[in-house]
């Protein structure tokens, strides 16, 4: 009589172990989701960072292409900053308006006007992929010393705040920080 009990009660599982681990595997999976959700949203950062650092990397580029300007001494500004499609330079030579296709086609360019549509060109294209971002260039333009510029890009940078515990309306819109990029350059 014993037996037949103890075969009864290793007959399967109960319903209430069922339930108990269908919710870890919930849990689980939830925690893989929230894993994949922060995977995304670092891939999305490093992607705006490594964009920041190549358009840096070019406006450098046009300063080495133009050294008649930049490399000069005393022709290039002390300082200028760009933000949105809008240059501010003191000395007015980068924020010149240049004609339609000037620079372009073939009539000829100063190196202040080339300096001002590589600039502004720059601005635009850092308009189209990084909207409300700022740069400054400090430049040391001292008449017989190699010029020198530091190239100082900031922006607000979106991230996934994987650590809180609670979704509410404030949380909806993503938690921004202000990043910054410098590169050095001797035009």
Known sequence: MQLTMHRRQ?????LIEALI???????????????????????QIS????????QTESLAAAMHGNRAF??????????FSVAGQTVTDSSNVLNQTLAPGQCLT??????QQLAAYDVQ????????????????????TTVGVPVNCNITVTW?????????????????????T?????????P
Do not use: D
């Open 121 to 140: 060109q720059w601005a635009s294209t850092m308009n189209g992929n990084f909207p409300g971002y700022g740069a400054t260039v400090n430049c040391t």
């Open 10 to 14: 290793a007959a399967g599982f109960s």
């Open 106 to 111: 073939g009539s000829p360019c100063t190196p």
């Open 21 to 43: 681990t269908m919710v870890v595997v919930g849990v689980g999976l939830l925690g893989l989701a929230k894993i994949q959700a922060a995977a995304v949203g670092n891939t």
């Open 70 to 79: 930049w490399a000069a001494g005393g022709t290039a500004p002390a300082t």
């Open 156 to 176: 607000n940078e979106k991230y996934i705040a994987v650590n809180t515990p609670t979704a509410s309306a404030a949380a909806a819109a993503a938690p921004t």
């Open 47 to 54: 992607r705006v960072r490594s964009l920041v650092a190549l």
């Open 178 to 186: 202000q990043q910054s990029f410098t590169v050095y350059v001797q």
